[in-house]
């Protein structure tokens, strides 16, 4: 049987891994694939794959409901077996991009098994749309959190510098005659502002990190909405609205389904797709990377070696408030809005849930972000799909799972292990 092997002063403990977690939850898939499958309403199912700019077209698809939820349910099942599989003979972390298609295709079945044996059709691309839409400050936010975490920095207040960043973007905008490009400069210096006291409180002074991080949530939203109230709703041009222009590619905007998802978006979200492509390659590929894990595993370690551990977090503090700067400029910049109060309406704590649920890795940090904005998305468009269901049920589905994936259900959850501790030399 494999074992776990764990070393104390005096002896080394072996323990086993346990495999009830993950079996239970891949054993969820599964039944919940079949339960689909058995379910399925008489009828057809429609499907919208295009909606008019792209230069393929598509027409509406119509097809057998039991066809059109029964293949995606069952490769759903078979995957999650496959996994069960894997658990049961090697008693491994199953690899991410297996939870990850299983989870695909099982969402798929669900909407098709939506509008299966009704009028309603199911816009896939105007779904997607919106899941990046509404996860694109998510996204930000978590891997803001990647950066910070992995040096050991609890960031809990990815929340306040997301709102500095709206704020700053859409203030310094306005006072640039409308130049959005100006307030997305600006915006990921505000950002910094914040995590200069976090970094300074938490290094420096060696405060509790939580604290320092919930202190800071509070005084920007407080500052922000003095400012609001004090400033931009008493002078003309300080608030007004600006917008990022779409910026098509050539080419591979007009692809059918995924170009006008990911390829018709303004020079914002083309940053997010460069930012989280360089922190996935330069944080496991890279020199930088190592010593950045190094020290939010063992700093200690690392010191020994040359590493200067404080200087390091101070780096990546500061980085990864810019980057939760720019997620705040899509709240106002991003989206052609003004400021307003508490805009951001506590995103940065669930991009905190996005964090985890992604095993502070980008790739994993993207993937949860773009399942929370799914679930929003789809509460948007329960009734266009004739369901009678309150559309706050589908918003609590994010966090229900989030609770499982730090259980450890979908398999080992692990922060760095000097999160939140503070290094003396």
């Known amino acids: 049987m494999t074992a776990v092997v764990t070393e104390t002063e005096d002896t080394a403990v072996v323990k086993p891994r346990s495999v009830t977690r993950p079996v239970v939850g891949f054993g969820l898939i599964a039944v919940v694939a079949v339960v689909l499958i058995l ?169 509790n990190q939580v604290i320092t991080g919930v202190v800071l949530n509070v005084l920007v939203l407080g500052l922000t909405t003095f400012f609001f109230k004090g400033l931009l709703t008493e002078l003309d041009g300080w608030n007004d609205r600006s917008r990022l222009p779409a910026l098509p590619i050539p080419l591979l905007s007009d692809i059918p389904v995924l170009g006008p998802v990911l390829f018709r978006q303004n020079l914002l979200v083309y940053l997010l797709y460069a930012i989280a492509i360089t922190l996935h390659v330069y944080l496991f590929r890279s020199r930088w990377g190592l010593r950045v894990r190094a020290v939010g595993e063992h700093p200690k370690a690392a010191d020994t070696v040359g590493i200067d551990v404080n200087r390091t977090r101070w780096r990546n503090t500061l980085l990864g408030s810019a980057i939760a700067g720019l997620g705040g400029a899509f709240f106002t910049i991003g989206q052609g809005l003004a400021f307003g109060i508490d805009i951001t309406a506590g995103s940065g704590f669930i991009a905190l849930a996005a964090l985890i649920l992604g095993r502070w890795t980008p790739s994993g940090a993207i993937v949860a972000a773009l399942f929370f904005g799914f679930a929003a998305a789809l509460s948007q468009s329960l009734r266009s799909f004739g369901v009678t269901l309150d559309s706050n049920i589908p918003l609590m589905i994010p966090y229900i799972v989030t609770l499982f994936a730090v259980a450890g259900f979908g398999g080992k959850v692990r922060p760095p292990a000097a999160e939140g501790i503070p290094y003396v030399k």
């Open 39 to 207: 379910t399925v309403p008489p009828g057809d199912a429609r499907v919208q794959l295009t909606r008019g700019p792209e230069a393929l077209q598509i027409p509406l698809m119509t097809l057998p409901a039991t066809l059109a939820v029964g293949v995606p349910a069952a490769i759903a099942a078979v995957l999650a077996v496959v996994a069960l599989v894997q658990v049961l003979r090697t008693r491994r972390t199953v690899p991410m991009w297996l939870t990850v298609a299983a989870g695909g295709f099982l969402l798929l079945a669900f909407l098709v098994h939506l509008v299966s044996g009704k009028s309603s059709v199911l816009p896939l691309t105007d779904l997607l749309a919106s899941t990046l839409f509404l996860a694109t400050p998510l996204m930000f936010g978590a891997l803001c959190g990647v950066v910070c975490e992995r040096v050991g920095i609890v960031n809990i207040a990815i929340e306040g510098q997301l709102l500095g960043g709206a704020f700053a973007g859409a203030v310094v905008a306005s006072l640039a005659g409308g130049n959005p490009y100006v307030g997305l400069v600006a915006a990921p210096i505000a950002g910094v502002g914040v995590g200069a006291l976090l970094a300074w409180f938490s290094i420096r002074y060696q405060v």
